[in-house]
């Protein structure tokens, strides 16, 4: 068990190939989906579960098991949306909230010194969640996507050069739309890497496209 809060340098690099899966963006087992991306060497993986079909109750716990499990094999991090009840009950390695979530400061009391992201849409959101203790940001969407019902307007890789410019130091991983084809834009604008679902996820080849992302960051990163 790691003690005291994740550095930052760490969790940039945990940032770069960020996989947040859930059973309704996946057209296979969840489990097979995300054994392909680990072995195509996704760096961080987030459970999310909405959206049509989502499960519920103990389904929803089993599936958060076995994938966290797989998580395990491969010593990569296995993050909570949203439920820090159930990410405190299986002893995930942290939580990652929204704006309409549960308050970054009272997530980060719950969680003691697991990770803490949250998403941020504005420079005082971002602001705000530095300030409540979140070890990196979530900024999107960055260009349109089928992923998020309620997502917002998209922004453009412009947001993240504003972050930036504002002040932000905090790791940063961009997401909503990214595909291989825009992943470099998203990281030279200033993220540490890129958050995805849906081009990894209903990838024709689901590790292929998970090591061009690895790829991708590795080589804006260095
Ligand atoms: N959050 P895809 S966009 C889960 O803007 C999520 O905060 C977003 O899925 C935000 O990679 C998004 O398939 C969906 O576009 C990302």
Same mark, same amino acid.
Do not use: W
């Given at each position: 068990?790691?003690?005291?809060?994740?550095?930052?340098?760490?969790?940039?690099? +945990?940032? $770069?190939?960020? =996989? %947040?899966?859930?059973? /309704?963006?996946?057209?296979?087992? /969840?489990?097979?989906? *995300?054994?392909?991306? !680990? @072995?195509?060497?996704?760096? =961080?993986?987030?459970?999310?579960?909405?959206?049509?079909?989502?499960?519920?109750?103990?389904?929803?716990?089993?599936?958060?098991?076995?994938?966290? @499990?797989?998580?395990?094999?491969?010593? &990569?991090?296995? *993050?909570?949306?949203?439920? &820090?009840?159930?990410? !405190?009950?299986?002893?995930?390695?942290?939580?990652?909230?929204? $704006?309409?979530?549960? %308050?970054?400061?009272?997530?980060?009391?719950?969680?003691?010194?697991?990770? +803490?992201?949250?998403?941020?849409?504005?420079?005082?959101? #971002?602001?705000?969640? %530095?300030?409540?203790?979140?070890?990196?940001?979530?900024?999107?969407?960055?260009? /349109?996507? @089928?992923?998020?019902?309620?997502?917002?307007?998209?922004?453009?890789?412009?947001?993240?050069?504003? +972050?930036?410019?504002?002040?932000?130091?905090?790791? *940063?991983?961009?997401?909503?739309?990214?595909?291989?084809?825009?992943?470099?834009? &998203?990281?030279?604008?200033?993220?540490?890497?890129?958050?995805?679902?849906? #081009?990894?996820?209903?990838?024709?080849?689901?590790?292929?496209?998970?090591?061009?992302?690895? #790829?991708?960051? &590795? #080589?804006?990163?260095?």
């Amino acid at each position: 068990m790691r003690s005291g809060r994740i550095e930052d340098a760490r969790m940039r690099q +945990l940032l $770069q190939t960020y =996989l %947040v899966i859930g059973s /309704p963006n996946c057209r296979e087992e /969840p489990l097979r989906v *995300l054994e392909e991306g !680990l @072995a195509g060497g996704v760096t =961080l993986v987030q459970f999310r579960e909405k959206g049509p079909g989502a499960l519920t109750g103990e389904s929803l716990r089993a599936l958060a098991l076995q994938l966290q @499990a797989a998580c395990r094999r491969r010593g &990569v991090p296995f *993050l909570v949306n949203d439920d &820090v009840e159930l990410a !405190l009950a299986i002893n995930a390695d942290g939580v990652h909230v929204g $704006q309409e979530d549960e %308050v970054a400061v009272r997530v980060r009391a719950r969680i003691g010194d697991r990770i +803490l992201g949250v998403s941020a849409h504005t420079l005082a959101e #971002a602001e705000a969640a %530095v300030h409540h203790g979140a070890d990196y940001l979530g900024i999107g969407p960055i260009y /349109p996507t @089928a992923s998020k019902a309620d997502a917002e307007a998209p922004q453009g890789p412009g947001i993240l050069r504003m +972050l930036r410019a504002s002040g932000i130091t905090l790791p *940063l991983v961009g997401i909503g739309g990214i595909t291989t084809e825009t992943a470099g834009e &998203v990281i030279r604008a200033g993220a540490d890497g890129v958050a995805v679902i849906s #081009a990894i996820t209903q990838a024709a080849n689901i590790r292929e496209a998970a090591s061009r992302f690895v #790829a991708i960051s &590795v #080589a804006e990163s260095s």
